[in-house]
């Protein structure tokens, strides 16, 4: 039997009972302009709460204001990817609640990579899910222990640890991950970590569908004492990163998410008045190319810093 959705508390629930009680026409109740769903601020902290808020057909949007999380929702079950902070799993349990949507109803946990700020939250959500966290091996150390890989390039910083996920399963590096009739095709995408993954699949309205992508972190993040280009630091992650912006930019791509909602310039992209488009076909290619640059200003850094 299809899942039920339980219709969120409409935000003119009080003002319509008020109404009925006064005797006052539902009509002149119902005019009333819906509450914009406030958007965030560029420099919003990783913990900070946002409402959850669809980004497109089964697509929603579960995160905090400066982390993405998303749910994708089908008649036999949904699909959630990434789970943010430690502090934001409980937040992302509730906005999927908020929504209408059963947390029990969500089958798969996927990431996008294995930093705090965006598996941190997944053992909070596999406890409230009972969902298995399907990841590519290359990310498993550290989602196992609940901390970085020893060869991830953001070691030195030394970022606080994370809850380890209990139960993870292994996801071939490009699978399709499916429950029910949705279906999520994985490409590995490793660079800015080395478990870096990104997602793709199709999400409608009506007759109209989008080629949606939850495309990885693409920077290139160390200390300035750590070399990209040096050869003696195995794995290559500047490399890896080449191979990536490739990828990325041959994604699927009408309307691209990526794992901190800045990078992609979400909060202008949704919500009652956007200023940008949702949908831009280029957008993954554009995300790919800004990557590039970065990486390319970094390692000219790098052969100025040679004495
Ligand atoms: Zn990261």
Redesign the pocket.
């Known amino acids: 039997m299809p899942l039920m959705r339980t219709p969120p508390a409409s935000r003119h629930a009080v003002p319509a009972l008020l109404a009925l009680a006064l005797g006052v026409g539902a009509a002149a109740v119902q005019a009333a302009p819906p509450e914009p769903t406030p958007n965030c601020p560029d420099d919003a902290g990783w913990s900070d709460p946002s409402p959850p808020r669809k980004v497109f057909g089964n697509t929603w949007y579960v995160g905090t204001c400066g982390i993405s999380a998303l749910l994708i929702t089908g008649d036999d079950g949904h699909v959630l990817i990434d789970g943010a902070t430690p502090e934001a799993g409980p937040m992302i349990v509730e906005s999927i609640r908020s929504l209408g949507f059963d947390p029990k109803d969500v089958r798969v946990l996927l990431n996008t990579?294995e930093?705090i700020?965006?598996a941190g939250g997944l053992a909070a959500i596999q406890q409230a899910t009972g969902a298995p966290l399907r990841a590519r091996r290359p990310g498993l150390i550290a989602l196992r222990k609940g901390d970085m890989d020893m060869r991830d390039p953001?070691v030195p910083f030394r970022m606080p640890g994370f809850p380890p996920v209990p139960v993870i399963e292994t996801l071939a590096d490009n699978a399709e991950v499916r429950v029910g009739d949705l279906v999520i095709q994985t490409h590995a995408t490793p660079g800015?970590?080395l478990g870096g993954t990104s997602f793709t699949w199709t999400s409608c309205e009506g007759t109209t569908c989008h080629a949606m992508a939850f495309a990885d972190?693409l920077s290139a993040?160390a200390p300035d004492t750590y070399r990209f280009s040096d050869p003696a630091n195995s794995p290559a992650f500047a490399t890896m990163l080449r191979g990536t912006f490739d990828t990325v930019a041959a994604l699927p791509c009408d309307i691209l998410v990526s794992?901190h909602p800045v990078a992609s310039r979400l909060w202008y992209r949704l919500g009652d008045a956007p200023s940008e488009p949702l949908v831009d076909a280029t957008a993954c290619k554009r995300y790919a190319e800004a990557g590039a640059r970065r990486l390319d200003a970094r390692l000219d850094t790098e052969r100025q810093a040679t004495p």
């Open positions: 990579h930093h700020d965006h953001q800015h970590s972190s993040v794992p």
